[in-house]
T-cell receptor, first 115, second 115 residues
Framework: EAGVAQSPRYKIIEKRQSVAFWCNPISGHATLYWYQQILGQGPKLLIQFQNNGVVDDSQLPKDRFSAERLKGVDSTLKIQPAKLEDSAVYLC?????????????FGPGTRLTVL | QKEVEQNSGPLSVPEGAIASLNCTYSDRGSQSFFWYRQYSGKSPELIMS????GDKEDGRFTAQLNKASQYVSLLIRDSQPSDSATYLCAVRGGGSGGSNYKLTFGKGTLLTVNP
């Protein structure tokens, strides 16, 4: 079974530029999560999708971050414009459903550096 | 705001010793508790989950949960250098509403096992 795929693995941009990250969850997983992990901290949930609907985006900085999962499968997270403090690893995870899961399966992450 | 607190460490133990990692959480309604291991530059991977008060053992790992004290711990017996990693405590709420099922992570404890 293929795991969660993410691309790109690394990205370096200048502040005020735009960037997009892509995630393809495990086949059949209805729930998809985007996390931001700043160096030395635990992952922080940015947005949670159930199929193509948003379940929770309370910690997503909506003035600059956006995410979509139009067909309920893969997802894109965008930052526009980027700030220095956005430098972090962006992790995507998936689970079969919202509840009663034992494990969130994480992708390898995208390491973003904003200069 | 649901909070999960961990000692950031670093925690250093000699090979063969017992490593003890602790975590407290603020939401008394939390139902599920997880320990993830994260090697440097890698994504988190689940090593233990616990749902009811008491101890749960899996090989060299023992998770302990005390809901009254809002405390969860992880013991690693016979620590090996390969156990050197950051250990993340994660807590999931309960009840209805999709957002209640999201994971809240602590900042993680860096464990170093010295040969």
């Amino acid at each position: 079974e293929a795991g969660v795929a993410q691309s790109p693995r690394y990205k370096i941009i200048e502040k005020r530029q735009s960037v997009a990250f892509w995630c393809n969850p495990i086949s059949g997983h209805a729930t998809l999560y985007w996390y931001q992990q700043i160096l030395g901290q635990g992952p922080k949930l940015l947005i949670q999708f159930q199929n193509n609907g948003v379940v929770d985006d309370s910690q997503l900085p909506k003035d600059r971050f956006s995410a979509e999962r139009l067909k309920g499968v893969d997802s894109t997270l965008k930052i526009q414009p980027a700030k220095l403090e956005d430098s972090a690893v962006y992790l995507c995870a998936s689970t079969p459903g919202l509840a009663n899961y034992n494990e969130q399966f994480f992708g390898p992450g995208t390491r973003l550096t904003v200069l | 705001q649901k909070e999960v607190e961990q000692n950031s460490g670093p925690l250093s133990v000699p090979e063969g010793a017992i490593a003890s990692l602790n975590c407290t959480y603020s939401d008394r309604g939390s139902q599920s508790f997880f320990w993830y291991r994260q090697y440097s530059g890698k994504s988190p991977e689940l090593i233990m989950s616990i749902y009811s008060n008491g101890d749960k053992e899996d090989g060299r790992f023992t998770a302990q949960l005390n809901k009254a004290s809002q405390y969860v711990s992880l013991l690693i017996r016979d620590s090996q250098p390969s156990d050197s990693a950051t250990y993340l405590c994660a807590v999931r709420g309960g009840g209805s509403g999709g957002s209640n099922y999201k994971l809240t992570f602590g900042k993680g404890t860096l464990l170093t096992v010295n040969p």
